[in-house]
């Protein structure tokens, strides 16, 4: 590749991955990378704080399955991008995060802003890396971005000192070898002994999770479930993989916050876990039925086994383990009629938890319950495209459980590590992906405090989206967890007031709404998605609704499981 220096080697390398975008905020350590991507394809998005800019990429990757790219300045930039990292390790998120650092020369002298960068970010990414030479720049991209989305999925770093970023290259010419990986290793003869399990099942479930959405298996997902007749239950960035609307999905795959999938995870003596890790949501295995005969399939060996003991661990990519059950399929077909009372009483679990909800759902209370917020919510946003970005406490969970996705990537949430304060962020990238899709965030209070001021960035780049506040004037998940567990809410570090952040985003140049009144919703929202600017509905809502993540918090270093 022809370079003159490792800036320009870095640039041209990104340019030529094809990657779109670049999520960064400026610094000095960067000016020679930045500069030769200012007449490039690459869009270089600028944010106000290296954690939205690292959000936004770890959206990128969660929602595209390729590498979001964040670029970093050297020291507090680096170190203020760290929880984002540390979040798209427990998300499993393609991203490459690119930092600038003090010159190899000068370390150790006390140089600006020269931090133990590798060392820090070590055990929070797949693998970490820094080039020390300019010649070689281009060729640590493209591994780096190669080893973002090959095998399990995860972040990898990159440390590019500034003089290594400014050293001219001997000849202008520096080794690039572009490698495109496109097959995953697949167990192909896992997928006859699964379908021998299944076949002698009575009640048998598929929860898929992050592994099967990244492998983009829900068309052939959707074929096995409608030829084998078995229920389907989807979660994190599975949701939508087959539509909510299909008579056979059901919906969030958390047992402890779905209460409609509680009882048929209890019952199922077959269950088949596609790209998803066995974790809290379902009490470490303990809201399994003990007696269930576990099929666990994952491209990453470590987690097979993790919490459960599993009857057949299959490691391999999920796209291609579920092409191979309908190929075997086909050649001998399942008996769906086998499984019919089964989906008969998971239905009959689903109407009596809608039955359940209906008196909160239809609540015409003022303050607002906050779930008929998110119904109401779920009705407007009722088109296929329509997307919504979840953030909060209680309130992500209402989204969790309230929000029908028909399309994968429609639903963003925060994953297992359970950081709030990306949602801003990843509605930017979303809005960049889908310019489109109707666009809502539905956020805590908060939550919304974190990165308020990406709502600056999407103003100055022209964005267009909702945000609806769940405005309980409180830290809500933690303040009910409090009183479950201690009687009372610790009000003096889990009360927020009140705050008028609509009058905030009119004074950034957005518009904004106050809604104290269910009534007030559908015409609030109307004018919200008619503003063409950011537009944020400042709901009221009950500070006392308790969600059942609050529930399961409480018992925090509580409870056991075995
Ligand atoms: C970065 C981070 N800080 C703190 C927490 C602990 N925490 C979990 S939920 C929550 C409350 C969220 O409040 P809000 O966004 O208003 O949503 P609500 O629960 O009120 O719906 C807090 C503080 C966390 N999970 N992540
Ligand atoms: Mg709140």
Redesign the pocket.
């Known amino acids: 590749m022809k370079c003159s220096t490792g800036g320009e080697a870095a640039a041209k390398a990104l340019i030529d991955l094809g990657v779109e975008y670049v999520f960064t905020l400026t610094g000095g350590h960067l000016n020679h990378i930045h500069l030769h991507l200012e007449e490039s394809p690459v869009r270089l998005i600028g944010t106000r704080h290296e954690q939205g800019a690292t959000f936004m990429a770890d959206a990128y990757g969660r929602m595209t399955g390729r590498p979001g790219v964040a670029m970093l300045t050297a020291g507090p930039g680096f170190t203020n991008a760290l ?1 984002p990292i540390m979040h798209a390790l427990f998300c499993n998120t393609p991203l490459l995060v690119i930092a600038g650092a003090a010159g190899i020369e000068h370390r150790d002298k006390l140089d600006l802003q020269d931090a133990p960068q590798l060392a820090a970010v070590t055990p929070m990414v797949k693998k970490a890396f820094v080039c020390t030479q300019a010649s070689r720049v281009a060729e640590y991209v493209e591994m780096a971005y190669r080893t973002a989305y090959t095998g399990r999925p995860g972040p990898v770093f990159l440390e590019l000192p500034c003089d290594v970023l400014g050293a001219e290259i001997p000849g202008g010419e520096a080794p690039y070898f572009k490698t495109k990986v496109h097959s995953q290793p697949v167990d192909r003869e896992a997928a006859a002994r699964t379908l021998e399990l299944l076949r002698n099942a009575r009640k048998p479930l598929i929860v898929a999770g992050s592994g099967a959405g990244c492998a983009k298996a829900g068309p052939e997902l959707q074929r096995f479930i409608e030829a084998a007749g078995i229920p389907l239950y989807t979660c994190n960035m599975a949701r939508g993989i087959v539509s909510d609307e299909h008579p056979l999905c059901f919906g969030l795959a958390h047992p402890s916050r779905n209460g409609a999938a509680t009882q048929a995870y209890l019952d199922a003596d077959v269950l088949l876990v596609l790209g998803h890790r066995i974790s809290l949501v379902e009490f470490f295995g303990a809201l399994i039925n003990k007696d269930a005969a576990l099929i666990q399939v994952d491209i990453e060996g470590e987690e097979l086994g993790r919490n459960r003991q599993v009857q057949l661990p299959v490691m391999s990519d999920v796209g291609g383990f579920v092409r191979e059950l309908n190929a075997l399929a086909a050649q001998r077909p399942l008996d769906p009629a086998r499984y019919e009372p089964w989906i008969a009483f998971v239905r009959d679990e689903q109407r009596k938890y809608e039955e359940e909800r209906k008196p909160a759902v239809t609540s015409d209370a003022v303050p607002i319950n906050p779930q008929r917020l998110v119904r109401e919510l779920d009705e407007y946003l009722s088109g296929e495209d329509d997307i919504i970005i979840a ?5 992500h969970t209402w989204v969790q459980v309230g929000r029908t996705v028909r399309k994968p990537y429609r639903l963003l949430d925060h994953g297992l590590f ?4 990306g949602g801003i962020c990843n509605t930017v990238t979303a809005r960049l992906l889908y310019p489109d899709s109707r666009l809502a965030l539905v ?5 919304l405090g974190f990165n308020f001021m990406e709502i600056n960035t999407a103003l100055r780049y022209g964005m267009c989206f909702v945000i609806v506040v ?1 405005n ?1 004037a ?5 303040r009910h967890s409090q009183q479950l567990r201690f009687g009372r809410p610790f009000d003096f570090v889990a009360w927020l007031g009140a705050t008028p952040y609509h009058t905030m985003v009119e004074g950034m140049g957005g518009k904004g709404f106050l809604v104290t009144r269910p009534e007030e919703l559908r015409p609030a929202l109307d004018a919200a998605f008619a503003a063409n600017t950011v537009a944020l509905v400042n709901v009221m809502t009950d500070p006392e609704v308790i969600s059942p993540a609050s529930t399961s918090l409480s018992k925090l270093g509580a409870y056991k499981t075995n």
Do not use: K, P, R, Y
């Open positions: 929880t953030d909060g406490g209680d309130t359970g950081c709030i304060g956020t805590g209070d908060g939550s769940c309980d409180s830290w809500g998940m933690i």
